[in-house]
């Protein structure tokens, strides 16, 4: 199946520096990715999609200046947490999608990002 | 908006048949999935339902019923490695964002 990686998987920041978290599609392009946060404990919420040299589009109260989306090629989104702080701690996950895997998204094995 | 409900937790033994539900209420509904995500993992799909009725996928199986806007995936033969936690979600179309459900756990005892 396709394959989706994520790096790094465990990174730990000091507050009020900036981290950068890649998603790389590994045996496809894909046209569209996804980035997603999720809580321990708690469901996957979307903070963004981004289609390949456009502009991401973002979730409502997701900031746009604070989580840079970046999808320069088809086979490379990145996220950068600006500014983190303890709260932005999380697990982020990316997905992927090209009109070939038809129905189904291909994600990412996560990136855990812990500010201290 | 969008809301998924399914239970927040089940427990049932090795062998057993778990039935996990996902209703949901969505503004356009073009496909409902599940995935499968252990502690500290990412999410792996484990099936899709676009069209109503059942789709099997060895021991696992989902079905959906767009007019009760309702759907399940069944866990059949339970295994300890099934303890994880399953997530359905629902897009809008191919590709399209997934929105998921607040997941449920589910712990497979001996």
Redesign the interface.
């Known amino acids: 199946g396709a394959v989706v990686s994520q790096h790094p998987s465990r990174v730990i920041c000091k507050s009020g520096t900036s981290v950068k978290i890649e998603c790389r599609s590994l045996d496809f392009q894909a046209t569209t990715m996804f980035w997603y946060r999720q809580f321990p404990k708690q469901s996957l919420m979307l903070m963004a999609t981004s289609n390949e040299g456009s502009k991401a589009t973002y979730e409502q109260g997701v900031e746009k200046d604070k989580f840079l989306i970046n999808h320069a090629s088809l086979t490379l989104s990145t996220l950068t947490v600006t500014s983190a702080h303890p709260e932005d701690s999380s697990f982020y996950i990316c997905s992927a999608w090209t009109p070939a895997s038809g129905n189904t998204i291909y994600f990412g094995e996560g990136s855990w990002l812990t500010v201290v | 908006g969008q809301s998924l409900e399914q239970p927040s937790e089940v427990t049932a033994v090795e062998g057993a048949i778990v039935q996990i539900n996902c209703t949901y209420q969505t503004s356009g509904f073009y496909?409902l999935?599940w995935?499968q995500q252990h502690d500290g993992?990412?999410?792996?799909?484990l099936s899709?339902n676009?069209l109503d009725g059942l789709e099997e996928t060895g021991r696992f199986s989902s079905f959906l019923s767009r007019s009760d806007s309702y759907g399940y995936l069944l866990l059949q033969e339970l295994q300890m490695k099934d303890s994880a936690s399953y997530?359905c979600a629902v897009?809008k179309a191919?590709?399209n964002?997934?929105?998921?459900?607040?997941?449920t756990r589910v712990l497979v005892k001996p």
């Open positions: 496909g999935s995935y993992g990412a999410p792996t799909f899709y676009g997530f897009s191919a590709g964002k997934l929105t998921f459900g607040g997941g």
